[in-house]
């Protein structure tokens, strides 16, 4: 809008406003059909936009209609299946086979603590009572064989994978190292996003039957080094058992406590795991659970206290933290105890695992890392009635022909040896599964297993023949046919609803003015009606559903269908008789089940066939060439949400409107403008001639 000048019928008492209004309401005219042609390519390109998603969506059940997985459907039936039940893959072949008989089932391993003994023995004393859930270390006395503790730091530390191809990480301390048959394996547990790793110092001397990740640790920069990329944000947790710790702290003036890390501490350690306390320099020992200067070789001023059991120091003596700032160094060691556990796969090779156990551990903290061990296959369960441990094997089978498929490592004083009591433990089960199969005598490791894409599971033993029988599943194979003739229609109906939508020429898009005189009912009555019928005869949709049909009722000329059934129309599927549906197919059910019964391969190939021309190709890969096209042709000119509008035909077409209304609104400002400047100039014509008239009827009036 300009800055010019208006006078208003001041002079002239003409209402200016409403004439220059009115003036350019007809000088409007060509911006209102601009706007109303803008506004209906809008509405087209939400109405292509909105009828494309129907064609996205066919094109999509076109595409599982191409999987085998649609028309290879099994089904299997056994006959007792309290003894035998089964499920077939798609490929599995139609028929049937027998099993004559199961004299053995497949069991897992199991060991029981305490049954190398002649007796059964408990794990507690007799008259004590082991509570699973508190700490190991404050029930030591109530094990049968106590719990032999080390001096150690059980340590976790966890890291963040940076996706480097060979990942490696930094321990904050040196792990404890053990060699056996010459490797040397560090007092570790390493998990990236769950999967176990071992850790040695040269992967070189592992055997070849040892199977699991690796990751080797090296004792001089402390760094551990994985053999394989560990993925940016993977979770790496890292368990290990050092010597000794030292925490450094800076504590204010006056502070009376101080908490350690770790509890348990261990009092008895000397040498490097030893006790030690540095205060500002000055080296302080612990005795009998008290604190001293070093130079007080009487022990006659403690300057506090140490609880051992969870490692809170505290000081009695305020003129060691006398200064601001004062730097406390603390080394020690705490308590932990090992166990070492294997399994055997089925293949031969061995899984290890060591565990580490905190002094403040509880039985069922123990139980639960055994349990999620990812690769150890191990359950470990605990019965406080009959105060006994078993350890069983997850896989079923003879996985070890030369002995045991659970392996209890360790020494003599190892957790499991000692205070489980398994050592010399005997193992039951580990059995194979053995039957005779179609006259043939053979076995598995599992009660579940697959031969020829049909899975078996066997319930339990017998020697009364059963027979188990693959066949299609018809009814399944059925429904996923009808449900794709059911998306065609939807497709057929949508289409041709737009197609066959009555127009109204006489209701164009409503102007802003015009809103303003109609209630919102009539607005929306008014807009139904406006943006109706703009497809109506579209040419691209009428060519798509044209060449459906025609792709429909083609026959289909591949060498490997039956001639029986090279139609939709010999299986059942025929359009229906109103000719205003636009091709809309329709199913007798029992034509079409009685062709997936008698001729399967055939019925999926009348559909998936693939083939060089489209005439040996089946329904669906034609239609989907088809619809792919006709959804791209409607990209092209509607665009997709993602489009911006140069991009596409509609859009194209809305920034040139837009440009010539922006065009047409600076000239219809100008043309408004120029008609309030001619009008100001006639008020002012006229103001100056009734100044004149007044000035002149002053003379005659005298």
């Known amino acids: 809008m300009t800055s010019i000048q208006r006078i208003t019928g001041l002079a002239s008492g003409m209402d200016i406003d409403s004439i220059v209004e009115k003036m350019m309401t007809a000088a409007k005219q060509p911006l209102v059909k601009l706007q109303q042609q803008k506004q209906i390519l809008e509405w087209q390109e939400e109405d292509y936009r909105t009828l494309n998603q129907k064609y996205f969506d066919f094109r999509s059940t076109l595409s599982n209609m191409k999987l085998t997985t649609k028309y290879r459907v099994r089904t299997t039936t056994s006959s007792n299946e309290n003894n035998v039940t089964a499920t077939a893959a798609n490929n599995a072949a139609l028929g049937s086979a027998t099993i004559q008989s199961v004299t053995q089932l497949a069991t897992a391993a199991t060991k029981i603590s305490g049954s190398g003994s002649e007796t059964a023995t408990t794990i507690s004393k007799s008259g004590a009572k082991i509570k699973a859930d508190a700490s190991l270390y404050s029930q030591t006395g109530n094990f049968l064989n106590g719990i032999t503790w080390n001096n150690g730091v059980v340590v976790s530390q966890s890291f963040s994978g940076d996706g480097d191809a060979t990942a490696s990480v930094k321990l904050s301390n040196t792990p404890v190292s053990t060699t056996t048959d010459g490797i040397t394996y560090y007092a570790m547990n390493v998990k990236v996003n769950g999967k176990t790793y071992q850790v040695v110092n040269d992967k070189s001397n592992i055997p070849d039957n040892e199977k699991g990740n690796y990751a080797v640790y090296n004792a001089e920069s402390g760094v551990l080094t994985f053999d394989s990329a560990v993925s940016s944000g993977s979770s790496i947790n890292v368990e290990y058992v050092a010597g000794a710790v030292t925490e450094t702290k800076t504590l204010a003036q006056g502070t009376a406590t101080m908490q350690l890390g770790h509890g348990l501490i261990a009092t008895d350690a000397g040498g490097d795991q030893a006790f030690s306390l540095k205060i500002n320099n000055t080296n302080y020992v612990l005795e009998n659970d008290k604190l001293y200067a070093e130079s007080d070789t009487g022990k006659s001023s403690p300057i506090g206290t140490l609880d051992a059991s969870t490692g809170l120091i505290t000081f009695t003596d305020s003129s060691v933290l006398s200064g601001e700032s004062n730097t406390v160094s603390v080394t020690y060691s705490s308590k932990y105890a090992t166990m070492s556990l294997g399994s055997y796969n089925e293949d031969g090779s061995i899984n290890k695992a060591t565990f580490y156990i905190d002094g403040t551990d509880s039985l069922n903290t123990v139980m639960a890392d055994v349990n999620n061990h990812s690769t150890l296959g191990i359950g470990m369960y605990y019965d406080a009635n009959a105060d006994r441990v078993s350890l069983t094997r997850k896989s079923t089978g003879d996985l070890n022909k030369d002995g045991d498929e659970i392996i209890i490592g360790g020494s003599g004083n190892d957790f499991l040896n000692q205070t489980l009591q398994f050592n010399g433990s005997k193992e039951s089960g580990g059995e194979n599964a053995k039957f005779t199969m179609n006259g043939l005598e053979t076995e598995r490791t599992s ?105 429909i009722y083609s026959k289909v000329n591949n060498a490997n269908i039956s001639s029986e059934y090279s139609q939709l129309s010999s299986i059942g599927i025929t359009t229906t008789s109103d000719w205003l ?20 391969d055939s019925v999926e190939l009348l559909f998936r066939a693939s083939g060089s021309t489209t005439s040996e190709k089946g329904i669906v890969q034609r239609l989907y060439d088809s619809v792919n096209q006709t959804y791209n042709t409607i990209v092209d000119k509607a665009g997709k949400s993602t489009y911006v509008n140069t991009q596409f035909t509609i859009g194209k077409n809305i920034n040139d409107l837009t440009d010539k209304i922006s065009d047409m609104n600076d000239k219809l400002d100008k043309l408004e403008d120029r008609y309030y400047a001619q009008f100001t100039a006639m008020e002012q014509a006229i103001q100056k001639y009734n100044s004149q008239y007044t000035y002149l009827s002053s003379f005659f009036s005298q």
């Open 581 to 600: 549906e636009g091709g809309k197919l329709e199913i007798d059910e029992d034509k079409l089940k009685a062709a997936i019964q008698n001729d399967p």
């Open 447 to 551: 009660n579940t297993f697959a031969i020829n894409g049909v899975t078996y599971t066997l319930k339990s033993k017998f020697d009364t023949p059963v027979t188990v029988t693959v066949s299609n599943d018809t009814d399944t194979i059925f429904k996923n046919i009808k449900d794709f003739v059911g998306q065609y229609n939807s497709l057929i109906d949508a289409v041709q609803s737009k197609l066959n939508e009555d127009r109204y020429p006489d209701y164009a898009p409503l102007t802003d003015d015009q809103r303003k005189e109609l209630t919102d009912t009539q607005q929306d009555q008014w807009d139904k009606k406006a943006r109706s019928g703009l497809l109506r005869n579209d040419m691209t949709l009428k060519s798509s559903l044209s060449n459906m049909r025609s792709l």
